[in-house]
């Protein structure tokens, strides 16, 4: 069998108000704080990590923490974050807590077949929340404000705005091998989505490219997203995805350690970051499972800087 990718492990974005950012996605989504850490490249800034109740990989949506300005939106870019519940009375049941929250959302539709709904957070970052059909396994949260049936179950599928397939979907294809299965109209009228899928495919191991050359190049900023992962099940089979992209003249960053995963990072023709991320060791490596996310968390490599760290970065409560 040929190298394969078994769906998304997280996806990064950026939020420039983290205390207002935690409060949204902990108390109006329900998910579980599961890492309250740093970027490791820039340790003035919050790294949270948000996900399911045991922080499961594949259910990891994290946020930088920077003072930057709104993004503005185009091409070039990541543009939808699928979240996915299980039943269309579980879409039903969000579009009455958003309506509640104040939040905008469109109106229950079909996306790619799909009951979905759309909205944004408060920021102005894009979501499809999508029946997933209750397949594969779910961890509720015992402490979340959403009931078990409701809660948020995982993320995909992600959605990719490029200018032309040609590059982009060569690289899907022959470099990441991923399947391409079918076409769909873009919900917003520009263009066609092409869907990509690993692994096992479905929601959760999918890559939707909307080819979008009549809108401008993004740029990044506060409601945008920063990266998508995907994921690979160890460091061996990691190993194997350096070699491959070396093979096929693909520049990365080589392996870098997350500490909770080993990460390779990688640009896409279209210039949006991709990583390959290891499923484990897992958030629960430096705390107990149900304390995750409760402490200011920082890789072995960090520590000795914790005063100093701890004393630059704003309360988040």
């Not at 049941?93 to 539709?109: C, N, V």
């Not at 990460?263 to 290891?278: D, K, M, N, Q, V």
Request: charged share 20%; aromatic share 8%.
């Amino acid at each position: 069998m040929s190298l394969e990718l078994t769906g998304i492990h997280h996806l990064t974005a950026i939020t420039a108000t983290a205390a207002a950012n935690k409060r949204f996605y902990t108390e109006t989504l329900g998910l579980r704080l599961v890492k309250k850490t740093v970027n490791q490249d820039d340790t003035s800034a919050y790294h949270l990590f948000y996900a399911d109740g045991v922080a499961s990989p594949g259910s990891d949506l994290t946020f930088f923490d920077w003072p930057v300005a709104r993004e503005r939106r185009g091409t070039h870019a990541i543009t939808c974050t699928g979240l996915r519940v299980a039943g269309s009375a579980s879409v039903e049941w969000w579009a009455r807590r958003l309506a509640d929250a104040g939040l905008a959302h469109s109106p229950i539709s079909e996306i790619d077949g799909i009951a979905s709904l759309l909205f944004e957070d408060p920021e102005g970052q894009r979501f499809r929340l999508l029946d997933d059909g209750g397949a594969g396994e779910s961890h509720p949260w015992e402490r979340s404000p959403i009931p078990p049936e409701h809660q948020i179950r995982g993320l995909g599928p992600i959605t990719i705005s490029v200018p032309t397939l040609e590059g982009t979907g060569e690289l899907l294809s022959s470099i990441m091998n991923l399947r391409e299965e079918r076409t769909y109209a873009s919900p917003d009228g520009a263009g066609e989505v092409h869907v990509f899928a690993m692994g096992p495919g479905g929601p959760a191991a999918e890559l939707h490219v909307a080819v979008q050359s009549i809108l401008p190049p993004a740029e990044q900023g506060a409601g945008g997203v920063h990266h998508v992962a995907f994921r690979t099940p160890d460091v061996a089979s990691l190993h194997e995805w350096t070699s491959r992209l070396a093979e096929y003249g693909v520049r990365s960053s080589g392996e870098v350690e997350r500490y909770y995963f080993r990460s390779l990072y990688f640009r896409e023709p279209a210039g949006i970051l991709f990583e390959i991320a290891t499923d484990g060791p897992g958030f629960a490596v430096d705390e107990p499972l149900e304390a995750l996310g409760e402490r200011l968390a920082l890789p072995p490599f960090l520590e000795g800087k914790r005063a100093q760290i701890e004393a630059g970065l704003k309360p988040l409560d």
